[in-house]
């Protein structure tokens, strides 16, 4: 497959307002999700009561979120030492979201749901923070992973989100897996002249601070960091119909290295 049809890299640094980068009728619209960053300056805000499911995932900087007659201040510095702050919300809740500093970045997700459920806005406190692979392989696919909602915690919800810490020189989708469902990766490094590695399916790219990928459902894509830079990827998957988000599908000829007593070489 074509580099470009897979990888987007995003103007740098970003305008300010929204910055679209996948769209259901637009670009990637096998995604069937709308993504995109809003890159904000102090006293800039977002106003969105569309008849979309959103979700509003604090990448960077000072914020205060207003929906359903709450309100809740959020701040960030740097997404690979901090948990995140997500607000996730049914079609036609209105949102306001306040910059309260300049460069402030919020990624925004969004799809089409007919079905309603309660807002939630997902504090630091609540991520599931988990540490993949370690254990196994000399440690060499250890990553940080955090689920911010899935089917657990939003089972009426279409959308998928959360985030993986790529630690330096490993891997992380490892072993290789898939799923149906279409997912979209964003990704930072630090510093921020780092790069890594996406496979999808047979093909690898090489990706960079900002940029995105779009993984078509059914195709493996394992993911690395270069050694000396470390990497994140903001993950987001659309449930399907009949068929939604559950467990990641490992490919059988690599299913050995789930078991934590695999001998690799060298054998230790």
Known sequence: ????????????????GY??????????????????????????????EEDLERAYLLLKGKI?????????????????????????????????????????EIAEQKT???????????????CLSEQFGAGTLNETATRTVRTIFDDRNAPDANLVMG??????????SWPPHHHPQPEIYHYRFYPEKGYGHCEIGDDVFKVQHMDTSVLPGGLVHPQTAVPGYAMYYLWM?????GAR?????????????????AKIWPNK
């Open 64 to 104: 205060v979120y207003e929906w359903d007659g709450k309100t809740q201040e959020a701040s960030r510095n740097s997404v690979f030492e901090e948990n995140p702050w997500c607000l996730h919300v049914p079609a036609k809740t209105k949102v306001i979201i306040k910059a309260l500093a300049s460069g402030t």
């Open 245 to 261: 988000f559950s467990e990641r599908i490992f490919v059988d000829e690599h299913k050995w290295l789930l078991d934590p007593d």
């Open 112 to 126: 089409d749901n007919e079905k309603t459920f309660p807002s939630k806005l997902y504090t630091p406190e609540e």
């Open 19 to 48: 910055n679209e980068i996948t769209a259901m009728d637009g670009r990637a619209s096998e995604m069937l999700m709308d993504f995109g960053i809003y890159y904000l300056d102090k006293g800039m805000e977002i106003n969105n």
């Open 237 to 241: 998957i659309r449930h399907l119909e």
């Open 163 to 172: 985030e993986v810490i790529n630690h330096p020189g490993k891997y992380s």
């Open 1 to 16: 497959m074509l580099r470009e049809e897979l990888i987007i890299s995003a103007p740098k640094p970003f305008e300010k």
